[in-house]
């Protein structure tokens, strides 16, 4: 994990970070929950006041995963402002966003928590995740490799060691 001024190498993720997202919009469903539906917006994957934001990210953190080991369900800590990458490397896997329960709504029935429906996301080495909004504050993320096989549409993902490099910027 490192705070402030980052390793050149970085410094040199953050800035291939900025042009990717600059030459390039996506289309993203207008609501999470349809993500097989055709109702797409033509978006920039980060909001423009992050982008040119300085530094871009001054905290970072490692995390290397064996076979069978993932990360539970979480929001980022609000000591780390708008605007997170996670860059995936060496192994494929999913990646799953379930929406954070609303304090004393309906959600917090077991039966509905258990009911609630988790959006997959694969990604395979060299990905990009890029949260901000909805995405970062709404949104639990979570991996979950258990020991054994994983799938994919139909796939079997072969599990090795996997690395990701979460980029964030300090409150
Ligand atoms: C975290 O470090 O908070 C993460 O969510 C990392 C996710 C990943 O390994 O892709």
Redesign the pocket.
Known sequence: MRFGELPSWAMALSDSIHDAVLSCSIHVPTDLESCNGRRNELVSPFPSDLLWRQPLFDQL?A?L?HPGE??CA?V?LMRFEDGIA?V?LESS?V?HFSQVEAEGGESSSSSSSANRKKIPVY?NPGSL?LMSGEARYEWK???NRNPGVQMWEGHELQQAT?T?I?LRKLR
């Open positions: 953190i995390n995963y993932g990360i979480h980022d996670i995936s896997c990646m990604l995740i993320h979570e991996i996997r990701s979460t």
